[in-house]
């Protein structure tokens, strides 16, 4: 599987921010796809992930009701829907694919590249 993460950017606090994540490979529409991030300095942090079937979600509490995860199965697509963005979500985000649900890193298996979210205040 190849992940490849897009969609981030600078904006101000309180704005909306949609993530994509697009993933080549057969396995992908039986894989749970996780969002992480890591700002400046800090551990890698779990955000939210889906099941790959029903869509069953879940979400750190640092994130839940501002971030939503979804995803499209045809085509491979994973997305992170940020609301209400305050400058401490400034990071680097990454999607990445787990076979079982997991909120641990190093459960996952591939990783995109990243992409950078600057929140200014």
Not at 12 to 29: D, E, P
Not at 66 to 86: A, E, G, H, W
Not at 103 to 112: C, H, V
Request: proline fraction near 2%.
């Amino acid at each position: 599987v190849q992940l490849q993460a897009s969609g981030g950017g600078l904006v101000q606090a309180g704005s909306s921010l949609r993530l994509s994540c697009a993933a080549s490979g057969r396995i992908f529409s039986s894989s749970v796809m996780g969002w992480f991030r890591q700002a400046l300095g800090k551990e890698r942090e779990f955000l939210a992930a889906i099941r790959s079937n029903r869509g069953v979600t879940l979400y750190a509490d640092s994130v839940k009701g501002r971030f939503t995860i979804s995803r499209d199965n045809r085509p491979n697509m994973v997305y992170l829907q940020m609301n209400s963005l305050k400058p401490d979500d400034t990071a680097v985000y990454y999607c990445a694919r787990v076979s079982h649900y997991s909120t641990q890193q190093y459960d996952y298996n591939f990783w995109g590249q990243g992409t950078l979210v600057t929140v200014s205040s």
